[in-house]
Every structure is written in structure tokens, then in C-alpha cells.
């Protein structure tokens, strides 16, 4: 069974930094993709970032330029450095993975369980 622990959340003011790191754990075969993904209060879950395991990135365009994911392959980590912050940041950050795990190679697909990120003044 696979598992996404996340780190790195808190509180910070307009224009803070915060990095958020994901570890996965388990009998991992092969990691495709890794993202980060953020709902804020009243809305729905939205892709952040996604990382693929050639190092392909893809953006949303309200933190282009501001964030940063990158992922260490030989630890099965993400990362995302958040630069910028900005109020409408403000949302839990979910982790995910897929990938392939356990002796027989079985397809999954994974959710961390969410760190929260507050910007305010």
C-alpha cells in the first residue's frame, strides 16, 4: 500500500515563501506522475502543479512564475516552493501520486491528507 505524507504548511504573510515536501512510502515500483492540487473553503479541489518522472512540469496559470515543483526520484519526493504568496493562496494542498507498487506491479493512484496554507496581514 502506498502512502503520501506531506510537510511544510503554516501561516505567513503576503509576499512569504513556504515550501511544501510530500514523501511516498510503500513497495514502489515506478512513480509516472507527482502534483500538487488545493481547495480553498466553498470551491472545488484545482491542480496546482504536476511533475512527471522525466521531470516535465505543468503549471496552473494563477501560480505561474510564483511556484516551483520539483521531485527527487531516488526518495519518491515532491516539493513545491511557493514564492509570492498571495491571499488567494490560501487553501489546504493536497499531495498525488501514481504509479505502479507492490510485487505485481498493480496501478495507483494516491492522496496525501491535505496541509494547510494561510496568507494573511
Known amino acids: 500500500q502506498v502512502q503520501l505524507v506531506e510537510s511544510g504548511g503554516g501561516s505567513v504573510q503576503p509576499g512569504g515563501s513556504l515550501r511544501l515536501s510530500c514523501a511516498a512510502s510503500g513497495t514502489i515500483f515506478s512513480i509516472n506522475a507527482m502534483g500538487w492540487y488545493r481547495q480553498a473553503p466553498g470551491k472545488e479541489r484545482e491542480l496546482v502543479a504536476t511533475i512527471t518522472s522525466g521531470g516535465s512540469r505543468n503549471y496552473a496559470d494563477s501560480v505561474q512564475g510564483r511556484f516551483t515543483i520539483s521531485r527527487d526520484n531516488a526518495m519518491s519526493t515532491v516539493y513545491l516552493q511557493m514564492d509570492n504568496l498571495k491571499p488567494e493562496d490560501t487553501a489546504v494542498y493536497y499531495c498525488?501520486?501514481?504509479?505502479?507498487?507492490?510485487?505485481?506491479?498493480?496501478?495507483?493512484?494516491?492522496w496525501g491528507q491535505g496541509t494547510l496554507v494561510a496568507i494573511s496581514s
Open positions: 498525488n501520486a501514481a504509479g505502479y507498487a507492490g510485487t505485481l506491479w498493480r496501478y495507483f493512484e494516491v
